[in-house]
T-cell receptor
Framework: AQSVTQLGSHVSVSEGALVLLRCNYS??????LFWYVQYPNQGLQLLLK??????LVKGINGFEAEFKKSETSFHLTKPSAHMSDAAEYFC???????????FGKGTTLSVSS | DVKVTQSSRYLVKRTGEKVFLECVQD?????MFWYRQDPGLGLRLIYF???????EKGDIPEGYSVSREKKERFSLILESASTNQTSMYLC??????????????FGDGTRLSIL
């Protein structure tokens, strides 16, 4: 069955440090991939999406992600963490039928000063 | 901006009750979705709809049903609520119809407690 795996349920960084959140997908064909962010007591907000136009995708709030077909990965990065980046992050892949999204279990990002 | 509105942010119901969760979107999107979110499990798809009066089961449809009588409104129904349905419920919508690949837009969620 198709799946999305986020490595690390919790990541902690210092303010100003690099943020790296890992996501691997399983699919026989390159899928459409998404990263969402969820702040406390809110719904999910789209950070960025990959739709095969370019392997490096830039999103909002300084985040970007690189699609690597050979590694079936779509890791999310940000060069310098801000306190306001503390949230839960979800990676998602379109299912093979193209009808819905499959979500990873999420990674909680903590940022300390 | 797309607005997806869920009727309640917090809801407390008793076991055995019939519970309705309502969701409205204002962007004329064809697709609408209901997820539940539980700690450590991420989001799991309950049902989705790609057109009025159309519905398809997601990964965990047991104990739930849905209704889509109008394009902008998608209702989730717990036929007989049980304590294991205590969860955060998220509604989402996206354009494109069946097999659309556009991002989904989410509401703020309904935190449902079944006592």
């Amino acid at each position: 069955a198709q799946s999305v795996t986020q490595l690390g349920s919790h990541v902690s960084v210092s303010e100003g440090a690099l943020v790296l959140l890992r996501c691997n997908y399983s699919s026989s064909v390159p899928p459409y991939l998404f990263w969402y962010v969820q702040y406390p007591n809110q719904g999910l907000q789209l950070l960025l999406k990959y739709t095969s136009a370019a392997t490096l995708v830039k999103g909002i709030n300084g985040f970007e992600a690189e699609f690597k077909k050979s590694e079936t990965s779509f890791h999310l990065t940000k060069p310098s963490a801000h306190m306001s980046d503390a949230a839960e992050y979800f990676c998602a892949s379109q299912n093979q039928a193209g009808t819905a999204l499959i979500f990873g279990k999420g990674t909680t990002l903590s940022v300390s000063s | 901006d797309v607005k997806v509105t869920q009727s309640s942010r917090y809801l407390v119901k008793r076991t055995g009750e019939k519970v309705f969760l309502e969701c409205v979107q204002d962007m004329d999107h064809e697709n609408m979705f209901w997820y539940r979110q539980d700690p450590g499990l991420g989001l799991r798809l309950i049902y989705f709809s790609y057109d009025v009066k159309m519905k398809e089961k997601g990964d965990i449809p047991e104990g739930y049903s849905v209704s889509r009588e109008k394009k902008e409104r998608f209702s989730l129904i717990l036929e007989s609520a049980s304590t294991n349905q205590t969860s955060m419920y998220l509604c989402a919508s996206s354009p494109g119809g069946y097999r659309g690949n556009q991002p989904q837009h989410f509401g703020d969620g309904t935190r449902l407690s079944i006592l």
